[in-house]
């Protein structure tokens, strides 16, 4: 009985001495943050804190006495309920471009010659509220009219930049510089095209190299002249080399880097307006049963070609042009890509071979050669070589924007 009381008694000891452990290390705990407990209903109860509304975007955070300051005012020219950080500026003076077209997201795989139905967004501006002299549309920000008066004078400052043409051992010489894979002075070209940010990279790649390495891929590659024609016209440049989706862009003899145009940033990609449909139920010319038994043929006739993602499809329309002679409907296997770079795709088809859009369907596209379709006559073959001195665009005639 004794060791029994013994051993009671020393795991009483024990468990008081745990308990008065656990109770003191909580006490600590609770002295060490206590110190550091900020109530958010005072703005000045801890040192060191303040509002982040009663700061000013120019004042230095790390300095103590900004911080300590418990009389400052806000400025007389900020507004109650604006915060310091906004994106509007009222001191600064908008940006002024001279360039005489109109500001895009994208200039190659667009049309603004056709006006949108309706938009997805409200026309908030992507160069943010006040930042260009340019109002935005809903999908572009037209050139003030002195400027578009002024494209004759655009032009010829554009060719004396470019100077005289290059010979040819200047262009063997930057062709061998700038053709290799490991360049520096490369810009991808995706499903985007040409695009307005894709503006000022090439100008910064101009301040230290006389040209610069653009690799095109995805749906853009399918009209190489269109994009051709948009990198000259947008940039001032000149292209002295094409193979195939690589494009040689050269900035000209006498640019200067400290008189580049002004081109401002776009911030953000706007949203893609809505536009009427691509494809109506019966096609036009033909009865409801005609277009059904044409879209039922197509899509189980056996696929002219598989695309993949982001490829390159610079003899795509040549393929077409050249099955269209022998069967009056075609299909092209389009799995894994993506929705909406495949009714690209189509669209362009349609434009450049010319033909009929019968239906998309589980990632396939049904095109019909029409009715008065001619097999013998002649279309220019796509060039590969780059000789041309210049570029058409193509205008997109059915959706004016494919972003």
């Given at each position: ?33 206590s ?38 005012k ?39 010659n ?43 400052r ?38 307005h ?34 990198l ?9 080399s ?39 139920n ?76 019968l ?15 001619d ?29």
């Amino acid at each position: 009985m004794k060791l029994v009381r013994l051993n009671m008694a020393t795991a009483g000891r024990g468990l008081r001495q745990q308990q008065t452990f656990h109770h003191n290390a909580l006490q600590s705990l609770f002295r060490t943050f206590s110190h550091n407990i900020v109530f958010w209903n005072d703005a000045h109860s801890g040192p060191g804190f303040q509002r982040c509304n009663d700061l000013k975007p120019s004042q230095n955070l790390s300095d103590p006495k900004t911080l300590n300051n418990k009389n400052h005012k806000k400025s007389s020219n900020e507004s109650p309920g604006q915060s310091p950080w906004s994106l509007e500026s009222k001191d600064k003076a908008p940006i002024i471009s001279s360039l005489p077209f109109d500001f895009q997201y994208s200039y190659s795989e667009s049309n603004p010659n056709i006006a949108p139905i309706g938009f997805r967004e409200k026309k908030f501006s992507p160069f943010g509220p006040g930042r260009i002299d340019r109002s935005w549309t809903g999908w572009s920000a037209p050139a003030p009219a002195p400027f578009k008066d002024n494209a004759d004078e655009y032009k010829k400052r554009r060719q004396e930049i470019l100077g005289e043409p290059l010979t040819e051992a200047e262009i063997g010489e930057l062709v061998e510089r700038y053709s290799r894979g490991n360049c520096d002075s490369q810009i991808n070209l995706g499903r985007g095209g040409v695009t307005h940010n894709m503006l000022v990279d090439i100008h910064n790649h101009w301040k230290r190299a006389e040209a610069v390495r653009i690799k095109c891929l995805g749906v853009p590659t399918i009209d190489m002249d269109n994009v051709c024609f948009h990198l000259e016209d947008k940039t001032g440049g000149k292209i002295i080399s094409r193979r195939t989706n690589i494009l040689i862009l050269y900035r000209g003899r006498h640019y200067d880097p400290k008189q580049r145009p002004v081109i401002p940033l776009m911030l953000w990609r706007p949203h893609e307006p809505i536009y009427p449909r691509l494809i109506n139920n019966v096609v036009d010319g033909l009865t409801f049963e005609e277009t059904k038994d044409l879209r039922n043929r197509g899509l189980n006739a056996p696929a002219l070609t598989k695309l993949t993602q982001n490829g390159c499809y610079v003899r795509l329309v040549q393929k077409v042009r050249d099955a269209f002679v022998q069967n009056e409907v075609l299909r092209i296997d389009c799995t894994g890509m993506e929705t909406s770079d495949y009714k690209k795709i189509g669209v362009k088809i349609r434009d450049l071979v010319p033909c009929v859009l019968l239906i998309f369907l589980d990632q396939q596209i049904v095109i019909w050669r029409g009715k008065n379709y001619d097999s013998t006559k002649a279309f220019p073959s796509e060039s590969l070589s780059g000789d041309k001195d210049s570029f058409s665009p193509h205008e997109t005639i059915g959706i004016p924007f494919l972003w």
